[in-house]
């Protein structure tokens, strides 16, 4: 595991209340009509698991990897506080050992790596569902670092971590039915169903 990833998010989560809140994102939210009472879902880098939560209280089955011991131990508190159970695990996702074929929804939001990183990355959450499972995507996009200037929000500040079509579309082609990439201000979001086999 990254150390200093981990002491990043551990900082980050540390002291009162939740860092980005206790309410699930928007993106997320808006596709519910994928996402049934009884379907297995992954959901990497959830943090104190405002997004995990929010899925097993509609009923999916949740399991949730963070780098940060301190993001884990909150979103298990989360799902309790809500009487749900969330399988979250302390885990660096470069090197976590990912399941094959495994799960329904793969959740990926607001989750950055280096280019030298996110093909593996893309790679093992689309080997992680099952076939014509979803996968649901939000992130900054290069553009983000032109928005930051005027408005003063979030995200990477370097372009290497930031999405752009090209990048996206040159892991998920092939691998992804219908594949489609949308710019949402200061953000890409892409959602489409793997092919299934046979």
Not at 138 to 151: G, M, T
Not at 175 to 195: C, E, P, T, W
Request: hydrophobic residues 45%.
């Amino acid at each position: 595991m990254s150390s200093e990833q981990a002491e990043f998010w551990d900082e980050r989560y540390r002291g009162e209340g939740f860092a980005f809140g206790t309410a699930p994102n928007a993106f997320l939210a808006s596709q519910a009509r994928y996402l049934k009472p009884g379907l297995h879902a992954l959901v990497p880098g959830d943090g104190q698991g405002r997004n995990g939560v929010w899925l097993a209280q509609r009923g999916l089955v949740v399991d949730s990897v963070d780098i940060s011991p301190l993001g884990v131990a909150a979103s298990k508190e989360l799902a309790k506080a809500r009487g749900v159970e969330v399988n979250a695990r302390v885990g660096d996702l470069l090197t976590w050992d990912w399941p094959v074929d495994r799960y329904d929804v793969v959740a990926a939001l607001y989750l950055h790596f280096f280019d030298s990183d996110r093909p593996q990355m893309h790679h093992a959450m689309l080997d992680a569902l099952k076939p014509g499972g979803v996968l649901i995507l939000e992130a900054f996009s290069i553009e983000q670092l032109e928005y930051k200037k005027v408005h003063g929000s979030g995200g990477p500040k370097i372009a290497d971590m930031l999405y752009s079509e090209p990048k996206l579309a040159a892991v998920v082609v092939g691998k992804l039915d219908g594949f489609g990439f949308g710019i949402q201000h200061h953000a890409a979001a892409a959602l489409r169903s793997r092919v299934p086999c046979g």
